[in-house]
């Protein structure tokens, strides 16, 4: 007897074939049920077909559930029926199929090869971090011992400090991928505070924009200033720290990005918030725009191209072969923050709308 789960409707809904004769028994596979594959998954042996009306597919908090039984060749028109799930029954008792199946078996692409991470990439991101924190307690005494100069002469910008983590990126990188810039020309001078945006497609986003060069300050959750090392570092370059779920602390953020600004140092934002995971642009947040309309200082749209697919978001551990191309469009002004948001979406999205 075979039970095949057919994904019609929640709850699981099971079609079965009826057995050719009662007095036998029957082996009872699991098979795919919305793309799960049926490796891995149970069999029952040896069960009696007195059994079947209350055999249970169905988590421990579910009482009932619809069966579909048809008869050999009617395969494709099942007749549905309801039956009560009796916890007494050896079958019942023998093995219980969680509804939410779906959720946590074994999917098609978790069993196929090419979707399966390769010995490179795990080599090569446990080589890409042995580099990084290498690197950073090298630099972080640099950044330690001119600290107290930098807050005397440059407070706001702490280009020496930005530097330094250029550096760092720098040597972080480029034995691993290289990056392309183009549209360089395109940048405000280097004293000139503006804001600028981006897409943001992996962890590696920020590794790439800090081997620009450009000392403009960033915008982190708070739980990342904890680590050790990475997190002093932050601290030093004037990183603002933001609790996402926070409104308070959404304010004081943009109040302090306004400051900075009009103090001459220039700010970094992901306006879509978090990390797409298919690489798809999503909708932009006007927090950054509004603070370029209240300081007067232009908007700077950045593409980011290729990070995602070295370093896929949820997949840290891990470095993919490729490369990364940085496109630098030009500086937009607006008196309108929405206005200004949906035009430099619109740039952003341009070139990744071309890739796909």
């Given at each position: 007897m075979d039970v095949t789960s057919r994904p019609l409707h929640s709850p699981l809904l099971l079609s079965c074939r009826r057995p050719r004769s009662s007095s036998l028994s029957h082996s009872l596979t699991f098979s795919s049920y919305r793309g799960q594959s049926s490796i891995k998954l149970p069999t029952l042996t040896s069960t009696s077909t007195s059994a079947l009306s209350s055999f249970s597919c169905l988590s421990r908090k579910h009482t009932t559930l619809p069966w579909c039984c048809t008869s050999e060749g009617q395969f494709n028109a099942p007749t549905c029926f309801n039956g009560t799930?009796?916890?007494?029954?050896?079958?019942?008792?023998?093995?219980?199929?969680?509804?939410?199946?779906?959720?946590?078996?074994?999917?098609?692409?978790?069993?196929?090869?090419?979707?399966?991470?390769?010995?490179?990439?795990?080599?090569?991101?446990?080589?890409?971090?042995?580099?990084?924190?290498?690197?950073?307690?090298?630099?972080?005494?640099?950044?330690?011992?001119?600290?107290?100069?930098?807050?005397?002469a440059d407070r706001y910008r702490r280009k020496a400090h930005h530097l330094v983590a250029s550096v760092w990126a720098t040597i972080t990188v480029n034995p691993f991928f290289k990056i392309k810039f183009e549209g360089v020309e395109n940048l405000p001078p280097s004293d000139t505070p503006a804001v600028y945006v981006s897409n943001h497609q992996s962890f590696l986003d920020i590794y790439t924009l800090l081997t620009l060069g450009r000392s403009f300050k960033f915008i982190s959750k708070t739980a990342i200033f904890l680590y050790p090392v990475i997190g002093w570092a932050m601290s030093m370059l004037g990183t603002i720290p933001l609790k996402r779920m926070d409104s308070r602390s959404q304010l004081e953020c943009l109040k302090r990005c306004i400051d900075l600004v009009n103090k001459g140092a220039s700010v970094f934002f992901f306006p879509e918030g978090t990390r797409s995971k298919d690489g798809k642009l999503g909708a932009f947040k006007k927090g950054a725009f509004s603070i370029a309309v209240k300081t007067g200082v232009p908007v700077v749209p950045m593409t980011l191209i290729g990070t995602g697919g070295i370093m896929p978001p949820g997949k840290e551990a891990i470095l993919n072969m490729g490369s990364v191309k940085v496109i630098i469009h030009k500086p937009i002004q607006g008196n309108d923050a929405a206005a200004l948001c949906e035009e430099a979406r619109t740039v952003i999205a341009g070139p990744l709308n071309q890739q796909s």
């Open positions: 799930i009796s916890k007494h029954t050896k079958l019942f008792t023998r093995i219980v199929a969680q509804s939410e199946l779906a959720g946590v078996g074994i999917t098609d692409t978790d069993i196929n090869p090419s979707s399966e991470v390769s010995l490179l990439s795990k080599a090569r991101g446990i080589g890409f971090y042995t580099v990084t924190a290498i690197a950073a307690l090298l630099l972080i005494v640099l950044m330690l011992v001119q600290h107290p100069l930098v807050l005397l």
